[in-house]
């Protein structure tokens, strides 16, 4: 029945261990799984309102470019001619009610004429008025472009333009520029852009001029096609005003910017127009969370979109399935260096991919934590349950064992009583006897029931021990002493070799006599056909004050311990599976109380057996030194004398 028993729970523990796993696996594969779903939305969640970002900082920008445009327009074959002061009224219109009106520095009307160096009218904001002039040093080296722009028409039709941020560009506009504005059909087609000025440009496409009120000053009846609108930017308020201003607005947080951003032209190193953090955009930025080119190649950029951000957005359903990317064509194509970028790389956390990653990890090493608690806390409980169980059958056997230890002297003195009380016992000599016998069951009895209670005060913490200086000597005599009967009845023969000399040791006499006393009967009730016993006292190099320890070794010959037996020799209620099955009366507490008790004392037990060839068990007891010594018996004789 222990076997059947002892195998239903080894398969119980291995069925639940199995469980376990499998639990424990699935779990781990379910939580990486989701670590990188939730992973992959938060990337693409990142990089959709990155993209957002980047679209509404563009299209402000944008706006803030084009207004100019959609205020001055540009003639129109279907127009006819436009006064040049018409342009110096509509610049005026616009600057008063602009966001920037210093965003123009000058307003030009570039003249191309193929016989003789062209002339170059330039507004006068104080007067209104247009002054001729030669070509501005910074429009010279543009005559070929627009020669030859002119020579193919504007090159850019009003369906040509990008109609997405249209509505929302025109309906940001003041409403005196809105009105109206359709009724000569896209009025941004044919704007060109030159970034190393900055300027706009657009060609005055009618076939002549009418005279302007100035004279000589504005542009003459029959002058040539080919004339361009030319409208120099102010760099300086890009760099201080609109540029920090949109950063501001679309990359800020609740504590400030959450982005480096900066806006640089050319390949590194750059030509740095605007960054919002020193040093930032100088060189290459490889870890960039998003790049866009403001204007101009979107056919060099990969898949045709002129934004990159760090993780693929949503597709069909992102900020670009909704917004468009419009801008003037650049006067000069192929200039790849001269284009302008926005580059941003979030500030907190590191860039937006590395900070996802480092989330992932995170949340993977909390997660898989978690389950090494589980699993951590799923052995123990399986520990715990074994041990509990083991527990368990060792209380049972100490149970068994001790009411077998105690129905036998119960035995022994009830039935001694009862031929006493029958009359069966005739003459002193037989009721010496018997009275000898119910003496000696009762002190076995007796002796049984206090070394149970020692070892439960022991275990409970309750037992108070008697310290003092001791002689090994005395310990040995008064363990002897209380084990005389028992050595005598199992006729054991019994050597000692106590050392000269040996130094004293603290302890409680009483409980260090009941510590060897448990060795020795231990002894002697494993000693098998070789009835010996030897007591050994000695003083080796060891821990304490003194440096030496006194070692009292008690060995027999009888039948050893086996090699597994020995590490649970010293558990409570532990009887080797042999020993039971020899009947050997025993309650597995001898060994227990007499380590408690060594411990107890500051020292230990340790063993040595061979199966067959007998134990030796040593009580180690720290050696008291000598200056201790001194003054114990300074303050033993002081107290004599009072």
């Given at each position: 029945?222990?076997?059947?028993?002892?195998?239903?729970?080894?398969?119980?523990?291995?069925?639940?261990?199995?469980?376990?796993?499998?639990?424990?696996?699935?779990?781990?594969?379910?939580?990486?799984?989701?670590?990188?779903?939730?992973?992959?939305?938060?990337?693409?969640?990142?990089?959709?309102?990155?993209?957002?970002?980047?679209?509404?900082?563009?299209?402000?920008?944008?706006?803030?470019?084009?207004?100019?445009?959609?205020?001055?327009?540009?003639?129109?074959?279907?127009?006819?001619?436009?006064?040049?002061?018409?342009?110096?009224?509509?610049?005026?219109?616009?600057?008063?009610?602009?966001?920037?009106?210093?965003?123009?520095?000058?307003?030009?009307?570039?003249?191309?004429?193929?016989?003789?160096?062209?002339?170059?009218?330039?507004?006068?904001?104080?007067?209104?008025?247009?002054?001729?002039?030669?070509?501005?040093?910074?429009?010279?080296?543009?005559?070929?472009?627009?020669?030859?722009?002119?020579?193919?028409?504007?090159?850019?039709?009003?369906?040509?333009?990008?109609?997405?941020?249209?509505?929302?560009?025109?309906?940001?506009?003041?409403?005196?520029?809105?009105?109206?504005?359709?009724?000569?059909?896209?009025?941004?087609?044919?704007?060109?852009?030159?970034?190393?000025?900055?300027?706009?440009?657009?060609?005055?496409?009618?076939?002549?001029?009418?005279?302007?009120?100035?004279?000589?000053?504005?542009?003459?009846?029959?002058?040539?096609?080919?004339?361009?609108?030319?409208?120099?930017?102010?760099?300086?308020?890009?760099?201080?005003?609109?540029?920090?201003?949109?950063?501001?607005?679309?990359?800020?947080?609740?504590?400030?910017?959450?982005?480096?951003?900066?806006?640089?032209?050319?390949?590194?190193?750059?030509?740095?127009?605007?960054?919002?953090?020193?040093?930032?955009?100088?060189?290459?930025?490889?870890?960039?969370?998003?790049?866009?080119?403001?204007?101009?190649?979107?056919?060099?950029t990969v898949l045709g979109s002129p934004i990159h951000v760090f993780h693929t957005p949503s597709e069909n359903t992102g900020p670009a399935a909704f917004g468009g990317i419009s801008w003037f064509p650049l006067l000069r194509e192929g200039e790849v260096d001269q284009d302008w970028k926005l580059v941003v790389r979030h500030?907190?956390?590191?860039?937006?991919?590395?900070?996802?990653?480092?989330?992932?990890?995170?949340?993977?090493?909390?997660?898989?934590?978690?389950?090494?608690?589980?699993?951590?806390?799923?052995?123990?409980?399986?520990?715990?349950?074994?041990?509990?169980?083991?527990?368990?059958?060792?209380?049972?056997?100490?149970?068994?064992?001790?009411?077998?230890?105690?129905?036998?002297?119960?035995?022994?003195?009830?039935?001694?009583?009862?031929?006493?009380?029958?009359?069966?016992?005739?003459?002193?000599?037989?009721?010496?006897?018997?009275?000898?016998?119910?003496?000696?069951?009762?002190?076995?009895?007796?002796?049984?029931?206090?070394?149970?209670?020692?070892?439960?005060?022991?275990?409970?913490?309750?037992?108070?021990?008697?310290?003092?200086?001791?002689?090994?000597?005395?310990?040995?005599?008064?363990?002897?002493?209380?084990?005389?009967?028992?050595?005598?009845?199992?006729?054991?023969?019994?050597?000692?070799?106590?050392?000269?000399?040996?130094?004293?040791?603290?302890?409680?006499?009483?409980?260090l006599s009941q510590c060897l006393q448990n060795l020795i009967t231990n002894a002697v009730k494993y000693g098998g056909d070789q009835p010996w016993l030897d007591i050994r006292a000695s003083v080796a190099e060891g821990g304490g004050p003194s440096g030496q320890e006194v070692r009292i070794s008690v060995s027999d010959r009888?039948?050893?311990?086996?090699?597994?037996?020995?590490?649970?020799?010293?558990?409570?209620?532990?009887?080797?599976?042999?020993?039971?099955?020899?009947?050997?009366?025993?309650?597995?507490?001898?060994?227990?109380?007499?380590?408690?008790?060594?411990?107890?004392?500051?020292?230990?037990?340790?063993?040595?057996?061979?199966?067959?060839?007998?134990?030796?068990?040593?009580?180690?007891?720290?050696?008291?030194?000598?200056?201790?010594?001194?003054?114990?018996?300074?303050?033993?004789?002081?107290?004599?004398?009072?």
């Amino acid at each position: 029945m222990r076997m059947k028993m002892s195998f239903r729970d080894r398969s119980w523990s291995t069925a639940v261990v199995i469980l376990g796993v499998i639990v424990v696996t699935i779990l781990a594969v379910l939580q990486y799984r989701w670590s990188n779903q939730v992973s992959e939305a938060t990337s693409v969640r990142l990089a959709d309102s990155l993209q957002m970002s980047l679209i509404n900082w563009h299209l402000d920008f944008f706006r803030d470019f084009s207004e100019i445009g959609l205020a001055l327009g540009g003639g129109s074959e279907e127009n006819g001619s436009e006064e040049p002061d018409q342009y110096a009224r509509r610049l005026g219109q616009w600057k008063s009610q602009a966001k920037y009106p210093d965003l123009v520095s000058n307003l030009y009307i570039l003249k191309l004429v193929e016989s003789k160096e062209g002339a170059a009218l330039r507004l006068n904001p104080a007067s209104r008025t247009f002054e001729s002039g030669p070509w501005p040093p910074a429009f010279r080296e543009l005559r070929g472009h627009l020669q030859h722009a002119a020579a193919e028409g504007s090159g850019v039709k009003a369906e040509d333009l990008p109609a997405g941020p249209l509505p929302a560009l025109v309906s940001a506009m003041p409403q005196s520029f809105a009105e109206g504005l359709f009724s000569l059909g896209n009025p941004l087609a044919g704007w060109r852009f030159e970034p190393s000025i900055p300027a706009l440009f657009h060609a005055i496409t009618a076939p002549s001029v009418r005279s302007s009120a100035q004279g000589s000053g504005g542009l003459q009846a029959g002058d040539q096609a080919g004339d361009w609108i030319a409208i120099e930017l102010n760099r300086t308020v890009i760099e201080t005003q609109i540029l920090p201003e949109l950063a501001q607005a679309y990359f800020r947080g609740t504590d400030g910017l959450d982005f480096e951003v900066a806006v640089v032209s050319g390949d590194p190193p750059a030509d740095v127009i605007y960054s919002s953090d020193p040093g930032f955009g100088e060189v290459e930025i490889g870890d960039a969370d998003g790049v866009m080119n403001i204007f101009g190649h979107v056919q060099d950029t990969v898949l045709g979109s002129p934004i990159h951000v760090f993780h693929t957005p949503s597709e069909n359903t992102g900020p670009a399935a909704f917004g468009g990317i419009s801008w003037f064509p650049l006067l000069r194509e192929g200039e790849v260096d001269q284009d302008w970028k926005l580059v941003v790389r979030h500030r907190r956390g590191g860039p937006l991919g590395a900070f996802v990653v480092e989330m992932r990890r995170r949340d993977l090493a909390i997660s898989f934590g978690a389950l090494f608690l589980l699993v951590l806390s799923m052995a123990m409980v399986i520990i715990a349950g074994n041990r509990a169980q083991r527990l368990a059958k060792l209380q049972v056997d100490f149970v068994t064992a001790i009411s077998h230890e105690l129905r036998t002297p119960l035995t022994v003195i009830s039935s001694a009583a009862d031929n006493i009380a029958d009359g069966v016992v005739e003459g002193k000599q037989q009721l010496t006897q018997y009275g000898s016998v119910i003496r000696n069951q009762a002190r076995q009895l007796s002796g049984l029931v206090e070394q149970i209670l020692l070892f439960a005060a022991a275990g409970q913490g309750r037992q108070r021990y008697d310290v003092r200086t001791l002689q090994v000597a005395e310990i040995i005599e008064a363990a002897l002493a209380s084990t005389r009967e028992i050595i005598q009845a199992a006729q054991f023969t019994v050597e000692r070799d106590i050392a000269a000399n040996l130094p004293a040791v603290r302890g409680d006499l009483s409980a260090l006599s009941q510590c060897l006393q448990n060795l020795i009967t231990n002894a002697v009730k494993y000693g098998g056909d070789q009835p010996w016993l030897d007591i050994r006292a000695s003083v080796a190099e060891g821990g304490g004050p003194s440096g030496q320890e006194v070692r009292i070794s008690v060995s027999d010959r009888g039948i050893g311990i086996s090699a597994a037996d020995m590490p649970h020799i010293f558990e409570p209620f532990y009887r080797s599976p042999s020993v039971a099955a020899a009947q050997v009366h025993g309650t597995g507490l001898g060994l227990p109380l007499a380590m408690s008790i060594a411990r107890a004392m500051k020292g230990r037990i340790s063993v040595t057996s061979q199966p067959g060839r007998g134990s030796t068990f040593t009580l180690h007891l720290p050696a008291v030194a000598e200056n201790v010594l001194a003054e114990g018996a300074e303050k033993t004789a002081a107290e004599i004398t009072r």
